[in-house]
């Protein structure tokens, strides 16, 4: 299958309803295109306070767009941070309700030099769209908007009740989501939470995701004395900040990859015989994935293949490091202060309040007196993992084979989404993520993308899920 070539609408089905739903989706292809333009081009940048006034105008931009679409009681629900974007349709008595989430926020562009095109002009190159955002995950949540008004311009109703929530704040760790699912437990309630916020397995391998890690996300700072000194009058006499971060980062993890925080491990749920046969016969190329990634050579934890790395086991990362003298040139100086931002990815049982505590103890631990140190938690999620006898998981299959002309295959992904562990223990619901970027979609980075055949299928595919969800009954 070629990109931009998805036979669409190819899969028999026999209901002419559907039939006229589909037909609609292929008519409109380039109008898709066209307001996903429009969608790209708002910055809504939540890590970044300047964008704050963007960040509302495409929360405003996304209600409208659901009450063009047909949906009802669309509005803004204010919390303390971003706006979540509310709305519904439950026009479909005895059938089951789906809760679709998903984010309109995105990651900030920098560095912005390295883009080919701008972040926010959305550019169409090669079957591709560029832009900030066209995978994660405003690319994706407009494709089921787009399923959903093919249905109602269509056929008047869909065959699900459906409710929408969008949030603004998932890019800077969902810090008031918590509190809005509890708030709002019964304008939540819902059979099952639809999630297109990750790529699937590889270009032209469908997939539906049923794990995703967790995460703690920690600030490490170190001071060593009052303020910067001169490396010839004080190097020798004092520790240096930037070093002893150095020596504190390089006890994290052994030679073989494996993290040496004590107790990191305890609560890690092995990986099955069966699950890692089920790895082993997905089409996965080492060598192509390395190349890909311009890595010299892959690294991780010894005694497990790199899918099972990042899919089935935890990892310690820097995310980023701040010391001394970074310009042109050379400066003699000792700096003053050091700072790492570091974080764990978990994987079920992890509990993230606990390894955090084990973090916070090891660190103190092996940081010397020398330096005064600041340990600062950021955000993070719980590990999520469902099983996939779940009939809710057999009809998102059943509806990417008819949108994709592929039956889907199962994958943990490396990512997270912490609200998907909320929806199962506050609201106790299932979830079916089911996402249309692919792993070279360059997410949080430069030139991010989605493929326009992808998209499209995924518009035909989100369609088809609402009926089959609704057949699940
Ligand atoms: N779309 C991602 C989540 C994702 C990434 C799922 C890769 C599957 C594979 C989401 O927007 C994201 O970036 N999540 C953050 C969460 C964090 C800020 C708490 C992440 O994973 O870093
Ligand atoms: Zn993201």
Redesign the pocket.
Known sequence: MEVGNWKLGVAKYNSVVMNNVIDFINTNRDRYVDELKEYLAIPSISALPQHQADVRRCAEWTAEEMRRIGLQNVRLIETPGNPVVYGDWLGAAGSPTILFYG?YDV?PVDPVELWESPPFQATVRDGEIYARGS???KGQVFMHLKAVEAHLKQTGRLPVNMRIILEGE?????AHLDDFVKAHKNELSADVVVIS???MFDRGIPSI?YG??G?V?FQIDLRGTKSDLHSGSFGGAVANPAMVLAQVLAQMKDKGGRVKIPGFYDAVRPLRDEERAEFKKLPFNETRYRKELGAPKLFGESGYSTLERVWGRPTFEVNGLLAGFTGEGAKTVIPAVAMAKV?M?LVPDQEPDAIARLFEAYVAKVAPKTVELKVTRM???KPWMTDFDNPFVQAAGRAIEKGFGKAPVFNR??????VVATFQEILGLPSV?F?V?LPDEN??APNERLDLGNFHGGIIASAYLYDEVARTR
């Open positions: 984010h990651q995978a994660d995950d998932e890019e800077v760790g969902s916020d990750s790529p995701c995703l890690r995460l996300y974080s990815r955000h993070g999620g992904e490396g990512g997270s989404i912490p993520l996402g970027g997410a949080h």
